[in-house]
């Protein structure tokens, strides 16, 4: 599966953002989908994880009750809306995909990535 996000930008704190993750290959309902993100610096994180299952999903605790992951299978596509952003969230967001559990923090396990987004809050 080929993927790839947008929808990054340059925000104030406490602004919204929607990241989207368009994919290829007809099998994208099968594969578990992720969000991850990379600041200057430092190694690439968890964000949010989200099943084939729409209802199944995992957030960094940072993020819980700020950013909700969703997928669209019909349009074999993903989604990150971001709420409440803080300078803290800046980073490179990558869509990630998964043969197999979506309960996997580690960007090592995941198998396909899309190009990233720069996301940058500005206090």
């Known amino acids: 599966v080929q993927l790839q996000a947008c929808g990054g930008g340059l925000v104030q704190a406490g602004d919204s953002l929607r990241l989207s993750c368009a994919a290829s290959?007809?099998?994208?309902?099968?594969?578990?989908v992720g969000w991850f993100r990379q600041a200057p610096g430092k190694e690439r994180e968890f964000v949010a994880t989200?099943?084939?299952?729409?209802?199944?999903?995992y957030y960094e605790d940072s993020v819980k009750g700020r950013f909700t992951i969703s997928r669209d299978n019909a349009k074999n596509a993903a989604y990150l809306l971001m709420n409440s952003l803080k300078p803290e969230d800046t980073a490179v967001y990558y869509c990630a995909a998964r043969v197999g559990s979506y309960l996997n923090e580690s960007p090592r396990d995941w198998h396909y990535w899309g190009q990233g987004t720069q996301v940058t809050v500005s206090s």
């Open positions: 290959g007809r099998t994208f309902s099968t594969y578990a």
């Open positions: 989200i099943g084939w299952s729409r209802r199944d999903t």
